[in-house]
């Protein structure tokens, strides 16, 4: 991925970490998901007194994708701190297997002061569960 599409990623999500609804934890996360066709769709954490219900912003990201009509996602970009790379949980892991089945998704992890360690979902998750 060039830098300047990936740069532009990562500021997509740090903005939309800004909408994080994270009123127990205090702490937020945001997603962007570049499709192939370029359109890119953000998500952020929605957090909810029952820590079960709690959405990630990858998640987020993924149904503002699907209810939207995108599709083949090429790279995702997340954020939420300003000290560690923010990496996806094994759940959002999982759910962005469901749509690189062969993990070759870009996966952008970000600080908030916009620098990013670039890895592929294959590399975080090697054995993911499939049906067939």
Excluded: H, W
């Amino acid at each position: 991925m060039d830098t300047k599409t990936a740069q532009e990623l990562v500021n997509q999500a740090i903005e939309a970490r800004e909408k994080a609804y994270a009123p127990y934890s205090k702490f937020k996360v945001g997603a962007a998901i570049l499709t192939k066709n370029g359109t890119v769709f953000t998500g952020c954490n929605i957090e909810n007194a029952s820590y079960g219900a709690t959405i990630c912003a990858e998640r987020a990201a993924v149904c503002n994708m699907i209810v939207n009509g995108g599709a083949d996602p090429t790279a995702i970009a997340l954020c939420y701190n300003e000290t560690e790379f923010a990496v996806p949980c094994g759940i959002c892991r999982q759910v962005l297997s469901e749509f690189s089945p062969k993990g070759d998704l870009i996966i952008l992890m970000a600080k908030t002061d916009g620098t990013y360690q670039e890895t592929t979902l294959s590399a975080l998750l090697p054995s993911s569960f499939k049906l067939n």
